[in-house]
């Protein structure tokens, strides 16, 4: 008998949950879907809570101005590092990569200085790898007959690719003595930088061949990508058995 008063009681504890859960079930607001965002604050950039337009508007944020945003004040450019590999090569730290994102276009001569102290550095270490003193190996006026100096100025004070309304589209191309006028998908353009730093007059100074190390590739190829074809530019996919 208590034996059965005992299930009894927790069949019915288990019938009272189950009809209060119920009531919370049918209680749900019919446009409560989950995807209500809440309010976290009149300036994150996002149209939340009960705002009508991003961070105005609502019983919060202040009214939205008429036609649109308001682009009133003063604005700042937070990334400047338009073209590929720039600031990976040349911006050794994190500290010097932000202090580069982040100046102005007028003030970016400040950087040229330690761009060719770095381009110095890195024929450093491969003097020191080829066991020949680092004064024996410096950077060698490239390809496009630019030296340190040039060079280094062009990679600092000229980062985003020039606009060639009336030439053709190319990352660099010395018959025609055009650099820098945009790119093609299929330009191998970390390669391209590389030869530009270790190439030398003829492009092919550390090329890999006569024991000289392999500097002018990063041996990553495009892989069976056509980039004739849309977005995204995906290779087959690799089969793993």
């Avoid at 932000?98 to 491969?126: A, G, K, W």
């Avoid at 025609?176 to 998908?185: A, D, K, M, P, S």
């Amino acid at each position: 008998m208590k034996s059965y008063n005992m299930k009894s009681y927790k069949l019915s504890v288990f019938v009272i949950l189950m009809f209060t859960a119920l009531i919370f079930v049918q209680c749900k607001d019919d446009d409560d879907n989950g995807n209500v965002i809440d309010q976290i604050s009149c300036d994150d950039g996002m149209q939340n809570g009960d705002e009508t337009g991003i961070d105005c508007g609502g019983s919060t944020c202040t009214p939205c101005v008429d036609g649109g945003l308001n682009f009133d004040g003063n604005f700042i450019q937070e990334d400047i590092a338009g073209r590929p590999g720039v600031n990976i090569i040349f911006g050794i730290t994190d500290l010097s990569k932000n202090n580069f994102n982040n100046s102005i276009v007028s003030n970016r001569t400040i950087f040229q200085e330690d761009f060719q102290e770095v381009l110095e550095s890195y024929h450093n270490v491969y003097a020191t790898s080829l066991d020949i003193p680092i004064d024996e190996l410096n950077y060698e006026t490239n390809i496009l007959n630019w030296d340190a100096a040039t060079f280094t100025t062009i990679m600092s004070n000229f980062d985003a690719l020039q606009v060639a309304p009336n030439g053709p589209t190319t990352y660099y191309d010395t018959n025609n003595n055009l650099v820098f006028t945009g790119r093609y998908l299929s330009d191998d353009v970390m390669d391209q930088t590389l030869t530009l730093m270790f190439g030398g007059g003829d492009g092919i100074r550390f090329d890999g061949n006569n024991d000289t190390p392999q500097l002018t590739t990063d041996a990553v190829g495009p892989g069976d990508r056509d980039f004739t074809l849309s977005f995204p530019y995906l290779e087959t996919p690799l089969l793993i058995e």
